[in-house]
């Protein structure tokens, strides 16, 4: 099916046949899929954080080429997806430590708080400020900010 015509979308494919499939591999190199349930089209595991890995799902349908995501967490044991669907933005990355960011958002590796950073005063509106990396324990912070003239390394912390 390489390339070809998806089977389950009718979109032209031109990726590798398994993408939208998450996988979680074994240090004895053994693989299993991780479940997308009914109403996602896709999903995209990228961390683990304890015994879940964390990434993003892709909602259904998708209405443009560049479809709404929503923070997604595996059970490792069973490969069984709990989502966020409060929580909806179009490009997610994922912490080492498996936080969730995107924008000025940030969601804990267990699906239980998404929290916001304030953007600093003076930020160019037209351009976005972003998390970079979220401490393990999330009171530390680090992104980017867009100023008209510059880009600045920006930190937030909570005690």
Known sequence: MFPGVDPKSGRPRDRHPNEGQPYVWAPDGTGRALEVTAGLA???A????????????????????DPTQ??????LDT???TTLRSVEAKHMRM??????????????????????????QGADP???????????????????????????STVWSCE
Do not use: C, M, N
């Not at 799902?57 to 443009?64: K, Q, S, V």
């Not at 929503?70 to 059970?75: L, T």
């Not at 037209?126 to 009171?139: H, I, K, L, N, Q």
């Open 79 to 81: 490969g069984k997806i």
């Open 46 to 65: 990228a961390a683990v954080h304890g015994g879940h890995a964390v990434g993003f799902a892709f909602l259904e349908p998708p209405t443009d080429s």
């Open 126 to 152: 037209d351009f976005p400020t972003y998390v970079d990396w979220v401490s393990e324990d999330g009171r530390t912070v680090i992104g980017t900010t867009s100023y008209p003239d510059r880009f600045v």
């Open 42 to 44: 896709a999903a995209h």
């Open 95 to 120: 912490t080492a430590s498996g936080w969730i960011t995107f924008g000025t958002t940030i969601v804990s590796p267990e699906l239980d708080r998404a929290l916001r950073v304030p953007v600093p």
């Open 70 to 75: 929503i923070p997604a967490r595996w059970d």
